[in-house]
């Protein structure tokens, strides 16, 4: 097989979609109920605490990658098995939706409320309210995040088969 401009963005795209499923998954499966078990101050500082860890290069580019690698991905097989192209062009538009609109717009502005949010001046009452805030709506939308990014690993590998 010749390596070429076209493999590789085949290749990225399914890597970074397959790594933002993996931690979609285990966020959704070990990390949210994990700290979930914790009382409000503990849940709302762990949650702070990982929200500004986890902004950095190797994630940010990972994470938001595929949002334009699996268009470039299904262009360059558009003359391909129409099973191939849909399949590509599908995971696209649903990780675009699922992961990048999602994020940008669900996850992201209660990330921001809990970031600029000292916990340490907030009664109990406040703590608890905050959490209520924060938390349901939080992980409602980071499921829909984790069955998009499984499905458009899903798309890509259905895609990959059917481009043989």
């Known amino acids: 097989m010749e390596i070429n401009f076209k493999i590789i963005i085949l290749i990225l795209g399914i890597l970074f979609t397959g790594l933002t499923a993996g931690l979609c998954f285990t966020w959704s499966n070990a990390v949210t109920p994990g700290i979930g078990r914790l009382d409000d101050l ?93 938390e349901q709506p939080w992980n409602r939308w980071h499921i829909q995040r984790t069955i998009a990014s499984f499905t458009s690993f899903s798309l890509l590998l259905i895609g990959l088969i059917y481009s043989k």
Request: aromatic share 14%; hydrophobic share 55%.
């Open 42 to 134: 503990g849940f709302l500082q762990s949650f702070q605490a990982m929200n500004r860890a986890i902004i950095n290069r190797s994630f940010l580019i990972t994470f938001f990658g595929p949002v334009i690698l699996l268009f470039i991905n299904a262009y360059l097989h558009r003359n391909a098995h129409p099973t191939t192209f849909w399949s590509f062009m599908l995971a696209a538009i649903l990780f675009l939706i699922g992961i990048g609109l999602i994020t940008v717009f669900k996850n992201v502005p209660l990330n921001e409320l809990l970031d600029k949010t000292v916990l340490e001046n907030l009664s109990a009452i406040e703590l608890k309210e905050l959490r209520t805030k924060f």
